[in-house]
Nanobody, 125 residues
Framework: QVQLVESGGGLVQAGGSLKLSCVASARTFGYYLMGWFRQAPGKEREFVAAIRSGTNTYYADIVKGRFTISRDNFKNTVYLQMNVLVPEDTAVYYC???????????????????WGQGTQVTVSS
């Protein structure tokens, strides 16, 4: 069982930045596909970004150019740097993990095995 703990959420004004962190308890973290998803009030959870065990990264079109996903395999941590935040980015952000995944559907919630509890991000206008 892998535990994921997110941190870094909070309240920020539009145009501001936040950096989310997710620490994983996996012993072989370097082999995990890591993803970030978000769920706004009244909406379904949606894909934000993902990073493979190497450096391949994937982004939802709506955050491309504003958000950056990265990982530090020595610290078992994945990050989500969020810049130029807008009120529509307000949501609970979830970290997700999948071991040894080599398929193409990194955007799909269903392929992730483990989920964190989420961290709230609120962007005020």
């Amino acid at each position: 069982q892998v535990q994921l703990v997110e941190s870094g959420g909070g309240l920020v004004q539009a145009g501001g930045s936040l950096k989310l962190s997710c620490v994983a308890s996996a012993r072989t973290f370097g082999y995990y596909l890591m993803g970030w998803f978000r769920q706004a009030p009244g909406k379904e959870r949606e894909f934000v970004a993902a990073i493979r065990s190497g450096t391949n990264t994937y982004y939802a079109d709506i955050v491309k150019g504003r958000f950056t996903i990265s990982r530090d395999n020595f610290k078992n941590t994945v990050y989500l740097q969020m810049n130029v935040l807008v009120p529509e980015d307000t949501a609970v952000y979830y970290c997700a993990a999948r071991s040894a995944f080599f398929g193409s559907s990194v955007y799909s919630q269903g392929i992730y095995e483990y989920w964190g509890q989420g961290t709230q991000v609120t962007v005020s206008s």
